[in-house]
């Protein structure tokens, strides 16, 4: 459900026309509504060189994995045939939010929470041990890769949202490899899991790493550091 502030800042961004607005939004627990904003300035962008800048950090702090506290043009969504790929369990809301931007000229982003996400379903998929999770991830990721190669922008802006989805894309590495410590198995066992996973992310979507976080990021993925990774995830996961 939406508050009030979302109908006033309706009212601003109709006057201003923006292609995409992102907006913040309360975590609703059950019992409490939680703010949580985007952490971002109100901004707003008016050429697609500020806009790749502007969400191409949105992409990065995940603020785009979900169409939720969102504002869509349908005349977009239309004429780009912008759909839910159907082939994924998981994924599917931020490859069809970035899909969108790569026609998004202009942007508006707003640091007022305006929508309300529960999270109270303690059956929800995200919550699940989640099976072939790795295969789910790659594919949206090639599609997340795709969709900016096949854009119309410049290369400088592509390359924004480029380097924003190769930190994404190792980020998520580890959210696969999390997962190996729901199922019964020895740490042996998750090991070697480990390293099919890290091998399978090393020959799928090869990316560039360009700046140190990245590096920082993909280092221990991209050498197999398997013992070293699945420490991490058990003293993470407790």
Same mark, same amino acid.
Request: with cysteine; proline share 3%.
């Given at each position: ?8 800042? !309706? ?6 026309? /923006? ?9 609703? =627990?059950?019992? &409490?509504?939680? /703010? &949580? ?18 969400? !191409?950090? @949105? ?6 994995? @979900? /169409? ?5 043009? #349908? =005349? ?28 998004? !000229? ?14 109270? =379903? ?24 795709? @969709? ?13 949202? #480029? ?38 992310? =090393? ?36």
């Amino acid at each position: 459900f939406v508050t009030e502030e979302y109908f006033e800042i !309706s009212d601003n961004v109709t006057r201003i026309q /923006p292609d995409f607005v992102l907006l913040g939004r309360y975590i609703y =627990n059950g019992k &409490h509504l939680i /703010p &949580h904003t985007t952490g971002m300035k109100d901004q707003i962008t008016e050429t697609s060189e500020s806009t790749a800048e502007l969400l !191409s950090r @949105a992409l990065e702090k995940q603020l785009l994995n @979900a /169409p939720s506290s969102k504002i869509f043009k #349908r =005349n977009i969504i239309e004429k780009n045939t912008i759909r839910f790929d159907e082939r994924l369990p998981i994924g599917e809301d931020k490859v069809f939010v970035v899909q969108y931007i790569m026609h998004a !000229s202009t942007a508006v982003t707003a640091d007022q929470p305006v929508y309300a996400l529960s999270v109270e =379903n303690e059956e929800s998929l995200s919550r699940k041990k989640r099976e072939n999770l790795s295969e789910y991830i790659l594919l949206e990721h090639e599609l997340l890769f795709r @969709a900016v190669r096949e854009a119309d922008l410049e290369e400088t802006c592509k390359g924004k949202y #480029r380097e924003a989805l190769t930190y994404s894309y190792y980020r998520s590495a580890y959210t696969v490899i999390a997962e190996l410590q729901k199922m019964d198995l020895s740490p042996k066992q998750r090991i070697e899991e480990t390293k099919k996973i890290c091998m399978n992310y =090393n020959r799928r979507i090869r990316c560039r790493l360009n700046t140190l976080k990245i590096m920082i990021l993909a280092l221990p993925v991209r050498l197999c550091m398997c013992r070293g990774i699945d420490y991490m995830m058990k003293k993470k996961t407790g």
